[in-house]
């Protein structure tokens, strides 16, 4: 599971990424990213009704996204908002394939030490 203090949670924030964050994507999952003056990374996962309209289905797709990302967090460079999404033509996640595709988002935006 994904530490609290790793999440991110408020609306505020959500939104001040989507204005000044930059942009990287790859298979499916794209990612808008911040850097800050924190200590640590946190990551948000918002996944809409427009794509799955299932709450279970957005829970589990948000869970495998939560735990794919917690494994590669100790190798993520500290002080970077991220916000990950999925692409709307990608309904189902498997886990072992979410989290190749993590790491070759990560390594694309130079996130990692």
């Known amino acids: 599971m994904l530490p609290i203090r790793h999440r991110l949670i408020k609306r505020e924030d959500f939104a001040l990424i989507y204005k000044n964050g930059s942009y990287a994507?790859?298979?499916?999952?794209?990612?808008k990213l911040l850097k800050t003056n924190q200590d640590?990374?946190?990551?948000?996962?918002?996944?809409s009704k427009k794509h799955l309209k299932k709450a279970v289905d957005r829970n589990l797709t948000r869970r495998i996204l939560r735990e794919a990302?917690?494994?590669n967090l100790s190798a993520l460079k500290p002080g970077y908002d991220l916000v990950l999404m999925i692409s709307p033509e990608k309904k189902a996640l498997q886990f072992s394939e979410t989290v190749?595709?993590?790491k070759k988002l990560?390594?694309?935006?130079?996130?990692?030490?």
């Open 106 to 113: 990560f390594t694309k935006a130079n996130l990692f030490i």
């Open 40 to 47: 640590f990374t946190r990551i948000g996962f918002p996944i």
């Open 25 to 31: 994507a790859c298979d499916g999952i794209s990612m």
């Open 69 to 71: 990302a917690r494994v």
């Open 100 to 102: 190749i595709v993590l």
